[in-house]
């Protein structure tokens, strides 16, 4: 029996299916194979990110009326907007993370941050103590648009994002570095707290 754990190739926000665009040459082909897999399924995908835009799913955590989507190593700005463009993400509000230090460990927004329920959420220690100015120091921006309506509109930018978190009312339980080397915060949230995560974690 062999597992294929699809991630990053595609995610599924409330509108449908989108195929993402991997950052790395090596892996372009995985988003072709999965779309694939979603044609012998029946599932015609809604959107798939073209041209110089970037997005692969680790950075995409849907979350009721909210997502947020990392940008900085393997998402970029212009995924972001093709998305938001074609009004493809189904949610009102959305949350782009900004990752500053573009680091290859926490490649992804689900490597440093991650969601168990409305209430409660992950955080690597360096990230959720980091100052202003440093690289680990994550910002964010917020679009918001009213409900039943197509277009985004930037809300508020360059907001620290732990302080963003805290407002919302939800807990967050630090990621120590042993941890986080053995992938402790790469976990799928599958029910409200209730994980799927890499063994002996």
């Known amino acids: 029996l062999v597992v294929y754990f699809t991630r990053d190739q595609s995610i599924t926000t409330p509108r449908g299916h989108i ?15 999965i779309e694939v897999c979603y044609q012998h399924l029946g599932a015609q995908p809604i959107l798939r990110i073209e041209g110089d835009g970037r997005l692969e799913g680790g950075d995409y955590i849907p979350a009721g009326t909210i997502a947020f989507i990392g940008c900085g190593r393997r998402t970029n700005d212009e995924g972001i907007r093709q998305i938001m463009e ?7 509000t959305i949350v782009v993370v900004r990752d500053h230090k573009r680091w290859q460990m ?10 168990i329920d409305r209430d409660l959420c992950t955080m690597v220690r360096s990230r959720l103590e980091a100052q202003p100015g440093e690289p ?13 309506e197509k277009e985004y509109r930037l809300w508020l930018s360059n907001l620290p994002f732990v302080e963003f978190i805290c407002t919302r009312g939800m807990q967050i339980i630090p990621i120590d570095e042993e941890d986080e080397l053995h992938y ?9 707290r209730h994980i799927m995560a890499v063994g002996g974690q």
């Open 136 to 148: 680990e120091y994550n910002t964010c921006d917020i679009y918001v648009r009213a409900p039943g």
């Open 86 to 92: 074609a009004d493809a993400f189904g949610h009102d």
């Open 19 to 33: 195929i993402c665009r991997m950052n790395s040459s090596q892996r372009a082909v995985e988003t072709e194979v």
């Open 106 to 115: 926490q490649m992804h927004l689900d490597t440093h941050f991650n969601i």
């Open 184 to 192: 402790a915060n790469n976990f799928l949230t599958i029910a409200p």
